[in-house]
Every structure is written in C-alpha cells, then in structure tokens.
C-alpha cells in the first residue's frame, strides 16, 4: 500500500519569490509520482509526473520537482512564483507494478501568492 | 477545458435518498476514474473503470456504485445519502488503464445533502 504526506496545508509567499512544496511518500514497491494543481472552482490540472529514468522532472507552468528515492521525496519547486498561481497543490503516488492502479493523493497545500 | 464533462453541476437532496451522478470522458479516452474530495477527508480515489470494466477499487463505500456504458460516459448512483456524503465529486479520464497516462477532470458535481 502507498501512502502520501504533504506536511505543509499552506505556504504563503510573496511574488517573485521561489518557493517548494513538499511531498513524502511511502510504499513498498515502486511508485510513479506526481503534482496536481486545482485552482478555485475548477477541476484537477496535471503539473507534472515521474515515472522512470532523470530524477528532475520538468512541468508546466515553470514547475520542476524532484524525485528523491533514499529520502521518499517529491518536492515541488518554482524559482519565481506569480500570483496566478495562487490554488491547491496536490502530490499522488501510484504503484508501478502491474495491476496496481489506485491513486493515492495528499491532503493537499494552498499555495498563497502575495503582491 | 479538459474535455470532460460531469453533470449535475450542483445538486441539492436530503438523507436517504440516491443520486446519479454522470461523467462523459474525453473523446478516445477509455478510463473513467471517480473521485471524492472534502474538507475533511481530502481527496479520496472511489473507483476506476477501463472499456467499461472494473480495474481498480479505493475508499468506495457499499451505498456507492458505478458503472461504464458501451458508449464510454460513466455514472456514480450514490444511495442512502447521509450528510457526511456532502462533497466534490469528480470524475478523470485517461487513454489507457495500465500505464499512467495524465489523467484528465472534469469540473465536479457538488453534492449537499441536507
């Protein structure tokens, strides 16, 4: 079974800043990983995934995050935030085994962008 | 826009009754995936349908069902409401079931139940 941690349920920071979001997982198998953000009123938006091979993974949005297997870690990363992008950020882990299909999700961080 | 589409988009009822929620995926997409999200209990994956079966199963209570139809759209028949079913309801579709593609959502169906 897999599980997922984001310790952080909201992190404001001002605009232009650089800012992380952080995710834990855990599992007894490997897993395939990744970020979702949810702005007000909308659904769920993929940011980005890990599956396999460069740790560093690259999304939309300027959103880059980094896959830590010894430390179970998948933190969030932007060099310099904007005010739109003020939503919800979500971290999932999935296992990536054959017939393992469930998505786990955290319980989320509100990222607050400040003028 | 994701391409998918959930309707209702809001819905009121009392306890104990049962509700239909629907989804219709992405054209070509072949998995519909249910999704729960509240306050207090955050997001929490409900079922999983590939091609109109069954493939994956989360925290989907007995009083909830699903089904995929020939034509791909998806329902959730929610029974027995209680108020604690108060939520977002999403559904996600993909291409395949095996590999991870991206998952797309559809805006919701927002649930109360008085």
């Known amino acids: 079974a897999q599980s997922v941690t984001q310790l952080d349920s909201q992190v404001p920071v001002f605009e232009e800043a650089p800012v992380e979001l952080r995710c834990n997982y855990s599992s007894s198998v490997s897993v395939y990983l990744f970020w979702y953000v949810q702005y007000p009123n909308q659904g769920l938006q993929l940011l980005l995934k890990y599956l396999s091979g460069s740790t560093l993974v690259k999304g939309i949005n300027g959103f880059e995050a980094e896959f830590n297997k010894s430390q179970t870690s998948f933190h969030l990363r932007k060099p310099s935030v904007h005010i739109s992008d003020t939503a919800e950020y979500f971290c999932a882990v999935r296992g990536s085994g054959s017939g393992t299909y469930k998505y786990i999700f955290g319980t989320g961080t509100r990222l607050k962008v400040l003028a | 826009d994701s391409g998918v589409t959930q309707t209702p988009k809001h819905l009121i009822t009392a306890t104990g009754q049962r509700v239909t929620l629907r989804c219709s995926p992405r054209s070509g997409d072949l998995s519909v995936y249910w999704y729960q999200q509240s306050l207090d209990q955050g997001l929490q994956f409900l079922i999983q349908?590939?091609?109109?079966?069954?493939?994956a199963k989360g925290n989907i209570l007995e009083r909830f069902s699903a089904q995929q139809f020939p034509d791909l759209h998806s329902e959730l028949n929610l029974s027995s409401l209680e108020l604690g079913d108060s939520a977002l309801y999403f559904c996600?579709?993909?291409?395949?079931?095996?590999?991870?593609?991206?998952?797309?959502f559809g805006p919701g169906t927002r649930l109360t139940v008085l």
């Open positions: 996600a579709s993909s291409t395949t079931s095996g590999s991870p593609d991206t998952q797309y």
């Open positions: 349908y590939y091609n109109g079966e069954e493939r």
